[in-house]
C-alpha cells in the first residue's frame, strides 16, 4: 500500500477531528508536525480542528483562549486565514459569557508592529 502525501494525511486528521474530537489526543502530535511541514489550507483547517476539539472537551484551563491566541499570532498576516479564524474567537467569547467555557485571560507576547 503507497503512503498518502503529508497533505492528504493532514487533512484526513483534519477530518477525523471534525468528526470525532475526543481523537484529537491520539492524533495531535503527528497532525502538528505535519501542519508545520504542509501550511496553506490543509494546516489552517488541521489548526482550527484542534481548537474546535478542546472546545468540545471543555477544558477547565485556558487551552482553549491559548490555542486560539496562538492561531491568531500565526496567521495575523493572511487576511484570508483570520477572516477564518476571527468567527471562532467571537464563538469562545460566547461561550465564555455563557459559562460553558472559563473565562481567561491568556498573557501574550509583545507584538511587533506590522509593516506596511
Given amino acids: 500500500m503507497a503512503s498518502r502525501a503529508p497533505t492528504d494525511e493532514l487533512t484526513a486528521l483534519a477530518a477525523t477531528v471534525e ?22 489550507a490543509a494546516a489552517l483547517r488541521w489548526r482550527l ?5 478542546l472546545i468540545a472537551s471543555s477544558p477547565d484551563d485556558d487551552s482553549v483562549r491559548e490555542a486560539y491566541g496562538e492561531l491568531v499570532d500565526r496567521y495575523r498576516d493572511d487576511a484570508a486565514a483570520l477572516a477564518t479564524v476571527k ?5 469562545i467569547r460566547q461561550l465564555e459569557a455563557s459559562g460553558a467555557l472559563p473565562s481567561t485571560l491568556v498573557a501574550r507576547s509583545e507584538r511587533h508592529k506590522r509593516t506596511r
Fill in 19 to 40: 468528526a470525532d474530537p475526543s481523537r484529537v489526543a491520539s492524533v495531535r502530535a503527528v497532525g502538528d508536525r505535519l501542519a508545520l511541514d504542509v501550511g496553506g
Fill in 49 to 53: 480542528a484542534v481548537v474546535r476539539a
Fill in 87 to 91: 468567527p471562532l474567537g467571537d464563538e
